[in-house]
């Protein structure tokens, strides 16, 4: 494990949110790198000083005065307007308020996806890149990585089909210095989506390859915590490369991947 | 058990996690009184949704819920207001809290900068001590989410001025 693999995971850890075995492949890295047991030192200032110094706000006197007050009117109320077979969970009062906000969207043209998320579209396609790595720290972390190892993508790509809602393209090689090493499933945004993983020299290139119509806007090329993140589409189909590794190295491969896919080449009979 | 004694004996211990909860995603004490209240009258409506155990997680979605309901009705509101915003607060703070004036300023007022994705789950993590999977529910967001929000939330707390400022008055005044 490298520092940028184990820094991502050092929050998590300090957390106590780590797997078991994740977190004993970062012990491991932690007990031989300074930069990061100085990372986590910091992690833990920051907690101590934001539960001794961000106050816990308790709910006012007068608060307490109003909810009895509802309680009470609440009691009155009851037999005269009992709600039959009321919802679990408020949302649709939330979804009214998203559904606004849906047609303010709508004027801008933009096709709209996730109607529940819509007001934080913009940070949620950030997030599907911190989402990405995550996955691929999680998964170099731990013993996930790749679920069916092949370099044969006439074996990869069936087995995903299997597994997906949709059909992943697994391009022919399109660089001889990253070697597919197998795939598996992850899921990003909450859906299942198909990881191709690459060795480029000793790293691990994650290439989560998903339909456009799941996909929305997200920087073509992106950095973080140390991992590159590199975009492209093509086949309709969007490609993101996440790897320690050169930012210009992954968004070519990146690109002549997707490209790949959409116009393969001839195959000699 | 009637509604109101399940509602008194499962949902009012947690009326302070719901205020504190409101209290820092709408950056002032009227509001989050009244989107409190509002939540209350939510869980009442609502309570033959709650399982018993999960109280805590089930009452703050309610609030969570009614808060952006209640921010989606005032408009949006630029996050950058935040600074401002807290440091008038001084004033509507228990006196006890004055004495730490020094950093509990310049934090939570990092804090209250933060934009509400991140400042909702710092929040949850740090003052209501929630697990991710319990932060993953009340959010609305999955786990892996929660972890990554959380990550970016204390880089932008430890980037922040204010407390760097703070880092500087310690070093000065331990030499």
């Known amino acids: 494990m490298n520092c940028a693999e184990a820094s991502a995971g050092l929050g998590a850890w300090s957390d106590g949110e780590l797997a078991a075995g994740a977190a004993m492949a970062l012990r491991e890295h932690v007990a031989g790198c300074t930069a990061c047991r100085a990372e986590l030192e910091a992690l833990a200032a920051l907690r101590r000083d934001i539960r001794a110094e961000a106050p816990r706000h308790a709910a006012p006197a007068s608060l307490h005065a109003r909810v009895r007050a509802e309680m009470a009117r609440h009691g009155d109320g009851t037999a005269a307007t009992a709600a039959p077979a009321a919802p679990p969970r408020p949302a649709p009062a939330r979804r009214r308020w998203f559904l606004a906000g849906a047609m303010a969207g709508a004027l801008l043209a933009v096709g709209v996806g996730a109607l529940t998320e819509l007001v934080l579209s913009q940070r949620a396609s950030d997030d599907v890149t911190i989402e990405a790595v995550d996955s691929h720290v999680r998964a170099t972390l731990g013993q996930r990585l790749i679920e069916v190892a092949s370099s044969d993508r006439h074996t990869v790509k069936p087995w995903l089909s299997a597994r997906l809602p949709y059909a992943a393209p697994v391009p022919d090689p399109v660089d001889p210095a990253f070697v597919l090493a197998g795939a598996r499933v992850d899921s990003l945004d909450r859906r299942p989506v198909a990881a191709l993983v690459y060795r480029y020299g000793n790293h691990s290139v994650d290439v989560f390859v998903r339909p456009l119509a799941d996909a929305g806007a997200a920087p073509a090329l992106a950095n973080v915590r140390g991992f590159t993140v590199a975009r492209a589409l093509g086949a309709g189909m969007e490609w993101r490369a996440v790897a320690d590794v050169d930012a210009g190295v992954l968004a070519g491969f990146v690109a002549r991947l997707a490209a790949g896919a959409a116009a393969p080449l001839p195959v000699a009979r | ?175």
């Open chain 2, 1 to 175: 058990m009637t509604d109101i004694a399940r509602f008194e004996s499962l949902v009012l211990p947690h009326l302070d996690a719901a205020y504190n909860l409101a209290r820092w995603l709408t950056r002032d004490p009227h509001d989050a009184e009244d989107v409190v209240q509002e939540a209350c009258v939510r869980a009442l409506r609502y309570l033959a949704g709650l399982r018993d155990g999960e109280a805590r997680p089930w009452f703050l979605t309610i609030v969570r819920h009614a808060t952006y309901d209640w921010l989606g009705r005032q408009g949006p509101r630029g996050d950058d207001e935040g600074l401002a915003e807290v440091a008038g607060d001084a004033a509507a703070e228990p006196p006890q809290c004055a004495e730490r004036r020094g950093d509990s300023r310049a934090l939570a007022a990092a804090i209250a900068a933060l934009a509400l994705p991140y400042r909702e789950v710092i929040v949850l993590r740090e003052l209501e001590e929630l697990s991710y999977r319990e932060i993953a529910t009340i959010a609305d967001i999955p786990i892996g989410t929660v972890m990554s929000r959380l990550a970016r939330a204390r880089a932008l707390l430890r980037r922040s001025p204010a407390l760097h400022a703070i880092a500087a008055q310690r070093a000065g005044g331990e030499s």
